[in-house]
């Protein structure tokens, strides 16, 4: 028997009504060669009894990971045939079209990782925004490095040859839980990994209170973990690791003071802002206009495809 084309790997968790719009949204897709990895961290609700189901479709595999997901992730990694390894979030979903369009990107151009738009809500019922995601840049490590995670897991399919080659899996550390996906790709583009961006809605994407990013201080506490762990012990593009660490964790604090985590004096940030912007202006100048410019284009897109969506259902 040939090996799947795609293999989809699912943690999951005491999610049981969401993982079975996740599975649905996986058997309604119109391109079929594919496998179904469930990695389930031994469950206390009806999850297996939904898994049951569709026993013959879905391998599972129960485990106790102690609240760490990267090994559910890894687990899935090693018990994969595919030749690609689509990831799925059990709380996420997909459009009925992602894997045909994603196996028709692989068949059209050469790269190692592809990631695609996805639809954003705190409710099961209301695609309330859309995120894009990238772009994939020069020096794309130190960019991301700097700059942030440019990938959702739940959207993202690798090649697994690129990953059994480099041996590359998800670091365990219960320091890195919740950004792991972060880690996993900062060391795919350390290893110079081709990255194909499509700003297509393909997935939807669902914020609630068991999700593992919900807690968003400690998030952000994990993303200086990881940030810290590459600036001092991975990167090579940077002597002074010092000033690069101060310069990454300076505009880390400026984003947690936007969401108002905590009370922060604002002159002290102006000063160093401008200190920042006088040692490294293009970095600076570079970093903001970024994030100006996703928040612009994850809202022309988001006008664009509802508008699409509502001219096809009319």
């Known amino acids: 028997m040939n090996s799947p084309f795609f293999s989809i790997i699912i943690p999951t968790y005491n999610q049981a009504e969401f993982l079975k719009i996740s599975l649905n949204s996986i058997f309604k897709q119109n391109f079929k060669n594919y496998e179904i990895i469930v990695i389930d961290n031994n469950s206390k609700d009806n999850t297996s009894k939904i898994i049951s189901k569709y026993k013959k479709k879905i391998v599972y595999k129960k485990i106790d990971n102690k609240g760490i997901i990267a090994k559910s992730r890894n687990l899935g990694i090693k018990l994969?045939?595919?030749?690609?390894?689509?990831?799925?979030?059990?709380?996420?979903?997909?459009?009925?079209?992602?894997?045909?369009?994603?196996?028709?990107?692989?068949?059209?151009?050469e790269f190692n990782v592809i990631c695609h738009s996805e639809w954003i809500s705190n409710s099961l019922q209301q695609k309330k925004k859309l995120w894009t995601y990238g772009p994939y840049q020069k020096n794309f490590y130190q960019i991301m490095l700097r700059q942030g995670n440019r990938l959702s897991t739940s959207a993202t399919t690798v090649e697994k040859k690129f990953l059994v080659k480099n041996k590359i899996l998800f670091n365990e550390k219960k320091n890195l839980i919740s950004v792991e996906d972060y880690d996993f790709f900062l060391n795919i583009a350390k290893k110079n990994a081709n990255f194909y961006f499509t700003n297509k809605p393909l997935g939807n994407h669902f914020f609630h209170s068991k999700s593992s990013s919900s807690n968003l201080l400690k998030h952000f506490k994990s993303i200086e973990a990881v940030t810290r762990h590459h600036v001092f012990n991975v990167q090579k593009f940077e002597k002074n690791k010092k000033f690069l660490w101060?310069?990454?964790?300076?505009?880390?604090?400026?984003?947690?003071?936007?969401?108002?985590?905590?009370?922060?004096?604002?002159?002290?940030?102006?000063?160093?802002?401008?200190?920042?912007?006088?040692?490294?202006?293009?970095?600076?100048?570079?970093?903001?206009?970024?994030?100006?410019?996703?928040?612009?284009?994850?809202?022309?897109?988001?006008?664009?495809?509802?508008?699409?969506?509502?001219?096809?259902?009319?």
Do not use: C
Not at 91 to 105: C, P, R
């Open 246 to 314: 101060a310069e990454i964790k300076f505009f880390l604090n400026l984003k947690r003071s936007i969401f108002n985590f905590e009370k922060v004096n604002m002159l002290n940030y102006f000063m160093k802002l401008i200190f920042i912007t006088i040692s490294r202006p293009i970095f600076t100048i570079s970093y903001i206009g970024n994030l100006l410019i996703k928040k612009i284009k994850d809202m022309i897109f988001f006008i664009f495809y509802k508008l699409k969506f509502s001219i096809f259902n009319s």
């Open 80 to 109: 994969s045939k595919g030749k690609w390894l689509a990831f799925l979030d059990s709380d996420d979903s997909w459009e009925i079209d992602k894997l045909k369009i994603i196996h028709q990107y692989i068949n059209k151009y």
